[in-house]
């Protein structure tokens, strides 16, 4: 099956990074990409543009499995390069917000207020405290991340752009680029970067 890389469609954690199958080997991604247009119409905040591709996803989609070396730095560097750290320099909110944005599954949907925040429904791909016993298992467990990391300038800084650009780190993952696609503002991305990193917050107890 060929697997196409689109902007987001649906719920927080899926956009920017869902990926959706052609009906067949034979149908080449141009041939994909139409039958996906005819079939969507602007509803709401989704709009039909969210199929237009950039770069790194017609890389992705290009090279679905089996990518050459020389792609995937193409990805990482291009995606490195639209990194945006925060002007006032201050990489960590608060972690008790990230923990609500990280429970909220709301945003991007045609049926959610654009007028109201996103959430980054982290839950539904990864375990990160004890507490919470349903969690998906697509992305790695988070658990104990600050306990076992640190809570280091460099860290932060990882951390911080791992959720604002994902990409720059690990070409065609499968987790949103949740700043760069806008799905998470910059206080929202720091209050989460403190619920991985504050040793207060259940991630890390």
Known sequence: ????????????????SIQLCAAADAIKPTQAEFVMKAS???RGQAKVDRLNQDETQR?????????PPEVA?????????LMKYPADGKLLGDWKE?????QSGVGKQFSDNPALPAGGNCYACHQLTKVEISFGNIGPSLYNYGKLRGNTEPIQK???GKIYNAEAYSACTN????????ILTEEQIKHVTALLL????PVNN
């Open 198 to 201: 504050d040793p207060n917050s």
């Open 73 to 81: 730095r193409r990805i990482e560097a291009l995606n490195m390069k």
């Open 59 to 67: 890389l992705c989609s290009q090279y679905p499995e089996k990518r």
């Open 175 to 182: 987790m949103p680029r949740f700043g760069h696609s806008g």
């Open 40 to 42: 969507f119409m602007d």
């Open 98 to 102: 990230g923990e609500k944005i990280a």
């Open 1 to 16: 099956m060929k697997i196409i890389h689109f902007t987001s469609l649906s719920v927080a954690a899926f956009t920017a």
């Open 158 to 160: 990882y951390t911080y």
